[in-house]
């Protein structure tokens, strides 16, 4: 019997543009890796300049931090909204830089 094999590759889509990427990686690793457009400040989930909007497959972004939590309360932006900074990309995704 064939064994399933465990998908090794994701497609991001950033503003329209699709890339194909390593599965397991974070956001960004991502942005690095593809060098993106994607603005990074503190990394640690405090700033928000890291902010985007997940169009597409919101399921596959690993889920919000207690930080994105924290920041989010503070602005009120709906669950699309996500930090790069505290994101992994779990399987295809979909996402808009927002800075
Ligand atoms: S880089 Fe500051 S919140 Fe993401």
Same mark, same amino acid.
């Given at each position: !019997?064939?064994?399933?094999?465990?998908?090794?590759?994701?497609? &991001?889509?950033?503003?329209?543009?699709?890339?194909?990427?390593?599965?397991? *990686?974070? *956001?960004?690793? $991502?942005?690095?890796? =593809?060098?993106?457009?994607? =603005?990074?400040?503190?990394?640690? %989930?405090?700033?928000? =300049?890291?902010? &985007?909007?997940? &169009?597409?497959? =919101?399921?596959? *972004?690993?889920?919000?931090?207690?930080?994105?939590?924290?920041?989010?309360? !503070?602005? %009120?932006?709906?669950?699309?909204?996500?930090?790069?900074?505290?994101?992994?990309? *779990? %399987?295809?995704?979909? $996402?808009?830089?927002?800075?």
């Amino acid at each position: !019997m064939k064994k399933k094999e465990k998908n090794r590759y994701h497609e &991001i889509t950033l503003d329209e543009q699709p890339f194909k990427v390593e599965a397991g *990686l974070s *956001l960004q690793e $991502i942005s690095e890796k =593809i060098e993106a457009d994607l =603005i990074f400040g503190c990394f640690s %989930g405090r700033c928000g =300049i890291c902010k &985007i909007e997940v &169009i597409e497959k =919101i399921e596959n *972004l690993s889920t919000r931090t207690d930080l994105e939590e924290y920041y989010f309360s !503070m602005t %009120g932006e709906p669950n699309q909204y996500r930090l790069a900074c505290q994101c992994h990309v *779990l %399987g295809n995704v979909s $996402i808009k830089t927002t800075s």
